[in-house]
């Protein structure tokens, strides 16, 4: 595994939706075998007949994956987001529609009641009220700075389609 920083870099070793760059990957395949192998010699050398000599890796069949610490780094911060915290943001927003807010990974969802509510959210001013809102709280929690308002959105959903397409069951609607 080769751990990028940010998400943008490691996305830089992406064929697009393809996957991995395959070129990339073999590159640092290879890179590994010849360290290995030259790591190995040196223990062999020393260690000829000790268990030490075995070789430690199989390096001839090697997957080579990107990812990065900012997308774990932000699902983190908004699990550190409290009930409390949600409590505060609902006051704040003082909107009888709001039946639930859910942290999600790194964005939450608003839950209004009814699919009406739901399509007059959708692009609505107080649906930038709201991130605005969720953000203010989450920001207290982003350690290393990631959260940058004009990248942050909410989603909306609403009660009646948890309800009537997910039979009121998180599991199914998460899953």
Request: hydrophobic residues 35%; charged residues 30%; contains cysteine.
């Amino acid at each position: 595994m080769i751990c990028f920083e940010l998400a943008k870099d490691a996305g830089n070793f992406r064929n697009g939706d393809e996957g991995f760059d395959g070129s990339r990957q073999n590159a640092i395949a290879d890179k590994f075998r010849e360290l290995y192998a030259k790591n190995h010699v040196f223990k062999r050398r020393w260690f000829a007949f000790s268990e030490l000599a075995s070789p430690k890796y199989n390096a001839e069949n090697i997957f080579i994956y990107f990812t990065a610490f900012e997308p774990i780094a932000k699902i983190e911060a908004n699990e550190k987001v409290t009930k409390s915290d949600i409590n505060n943001v609902k006051q704040k927003l003082n909107n009888a529609d709001i039946w639930l807010i859910s942290p999600t990974f790194s964005a939450a969802i608003f839950f209004v009641y009814t699919d009406e509510q739901l399509k007059r959210y959708e692009d609505s001013p107080e649906k930038q009220q709201w991130a605005d809102a969720y953000f203010d709280v989450l920001k207290q929690y982003d350690e290393f700075g990631y959260f940058k308002r004009e990248m942050f959105g909410i989603s909306v959903d609403s009660k009646q389609n948890f309800d009537e397409n997910y039979s009121s069951n998180w599991y199914y609607y998460y899953k």
